[in-house]
């Protein structure tokens, strides 16, 4: 069954620092994967996606993310974060090959930035 | 794109009520998802339609749950009988019916649900 992990629940930067957010899946063929942002209260938006192709996708917001097969992992990165980017990290994994499109989610990274 | 909007976006009700949820997906998306937040938790899928055909439940959709997509247009989400279980995040998305975009999904708000 496919599974999404992510190992980090918290995690505190200064403003300015570099981010990792880890992300770990299961799932026997090539994943879409995706990125969702969630503000306190708010629905998701999507920060990034990868379906195939170039391994290291671009996002919204300064965001990027590496996909790599052998890892099986889809961490995103900023190279300096800002305030306005405290929120709760979302990873999850589609299933490209069935019709429903539904998808699994991790359990959520929440991000706290320190001034 | 005036984007997936969701109503209302607070409930509050007494365990044993009846709710029912809203959503209006972005116009020209064929397929609808509902989703079930709880606390400190991602989004679990609940059930999906495309057009207004419901393609799939998930167990998590107990019988006391009813969804419909009538014309294959806004959605419902009903629960009937209340329990405080029930208490979450309720969010709806859609997304276009074109295969590469399967899994793209825009979401909405959410409902927040309070059974108390």
């Known amino acids: 069954a496919q599974s999404v992990t992510q190992p980090d629940i918290h995690i505190t930067v200064s403003e300015g620092a570099s981010l990792e957010l880890r992300c770990n899946y299961s799932?026997?063929?090539?994943?879409?994967l995706f990125w969702y942002v969630q503000s306190p209260g708010q629905g998701l938006q999507l920060l990034l996606k990868y379906f195939s192709g170039d391994t290291l996708v671009q996002g919204i917001k300064g965001f990027e993310a590496e996909f790599k097969r052998s890892q099986s992992s889809f961490n995103l990165r900023k190279p300096s974060v800002h305030w306005s980017d405290a929120a709760e990290y979302f990873c999850?994994?589609?299933?490209?090959?069935?019709?429903?499109?539904?998808?699994?989610f991790g359990q959520g990274t929440t991000l706290q930035v320190k001034p | 794109d005036t984007g997936v909007s969701q109503d209302p976006r607070h409930k509050i009700t007494k365990r044993g009520q009846n709710v029912t949820f809203r959503c209006d997906p972005i116009?020209?998306?064929?397929?609808l998802y509902w989703y079930r937040q709880t606390l400190g938790q991602g989004p679990e899928f609940l059930t999906y339609?495309?057009?207004?055909?419901?393609?799939?439940k998930s167990r998590l959709l107990s019988d006391r749950f009813s969804a419909e997509r009538p014309k294959g247009s806004f959605s419902t989400l009903e629960i009937q009988r209340t329990e405080q279980g029930d208490s979450a995040m309720y969010l709806c998305?859609?997304?276009?019916?074109?295969?590469?975009?399967?899994?793209?999904?825009?979401f909405g708000p959410g409902t927040r649900l309070t059974v108390l």
């Open positions: 999850a994994v589609g299933d490209g090959s069935s019709n429903t499109g539904k998808l699994i």
């Open positions: 339609f495309q057009n207004e055909a419901q393609l799939e």
């Open positions: 799932y026997g063929a090539t994943p879409y």
């Open positions: 116009s020209e998306h064929n397929r």
């Open positions: 998305a859609s997304s276009p019916g074109r295969p590469s975009s399967y899994n793209e999904q825009f």
